[in-house]
Each structure stands twice: as C-alpha cells, then as structure tokens.
C-alpha cells in the first residue's frame, strides 16, 4: 500500500495512546510528548515507517540515521507534504539528502524543524526564493549544507555568521 493509502485506511492500535505515554516517561525530549494529537502522532509514525524504507535504511525500524530521497522526484514531493512528520521529526534523523529532484517552489522550511540533523543537502533543485536564514538558527549541529545549483534570491547570507562555517560549494 502507498503511503496515502495507509494514511487514509490505517487507525492507531488500542495500545497506541498507552505505547506513546510509557514512550515519553522513558524519554520526555521526544518531540510528540507535548501533544495531544494522538491521530496525527500515529499518522507520523506511519510517514516514518515509509521514508525509512524509501531512504533505503539497512536495519529500519523505528529509528534511522538518514532521510535519502536523491534522485526520487515523484516520490520527495510527497514526503515534503506531510508537515506533521516534520513536525515530529525522529531525533534518531541526522541527515536529510533531497538532490536531484527537480524541486520547485520555495525552501522546503518544514525539514528545518529537524532540529538536530548535521548534514542537509537540497542541491540541483529547482527551487526559488529567499533562504529562511533566520530558520537556521536552532540547526547546532549542522556541519554539512548543501544548498547549490538551486535558484535562490541573492541574500545576505555570507554576512550571517551562522553561514560562514560552510564554504563557498555549498552556496553555488
């Protein structure tokens, strides 16, 4: 079954609402522990299980390192969709790869609410616009960028000091 199909056919299990509360006893840092959307935690889960396939993760299960969707451009436009996996966005994600996907439009901002990735790459796309600069902010960890062969407005991203750690090659 695709993705959507799950979405639309698949309800939360009984034992749901108790697995999420034991889970954030274990772990309050996880980010659905202050919601109250049990529907759209369960509809998160199911988003995961399909891009940790789709990413083509050797062990996947509920955690996984990388969200890779280079080079799939029917299938990283969907993804992209679903803000409220963005939303919670697993902690176990420290690489988000969305290259090569003929991507139009604006920066995808919702990825950035993975807050805890290292590396991001959302190059040879065609997207436009200006960059979220001050989105960037909450991203500590990131120490691999790459935004180029893209269409974005000339900004005054080399004047913010976030941007002065990456080179000139993740910016052309």
Known sequence: ASVVEDLNNLKPPPDFSTTIRNNCIHNPSLRYC????????????????????????????????????????KIAPLYLSFSFFWKYCPLSILSIDLSNNSMKGSFPIDVLQCTQIQALDLSHNELTGDV???????????????????????????DTEFFKRFNASSFI
Request: proline share 7%; hydrophobic share 30%.
């Open 132 to 158: 979220p600069i001050h989105s960037f902010s909450p991203l500590t960890n990131l120490t691999l960028l790459n935004l180029s062969y893209n269409y974005f407005s000339e900004s005054t991203m080399s």
């Open 34 to 73: 202050n919601s109250s959307d049990l529907n759209e935690i369960f509809k998160s889960t199911i988003v995961a299980s399909h891009l940790c396939n789709e990413s083509r993760n050797p062990n996947c299960v509920e955690t996984f390192p990388k969200i890779d969707l280079r080079s799939r451009p």
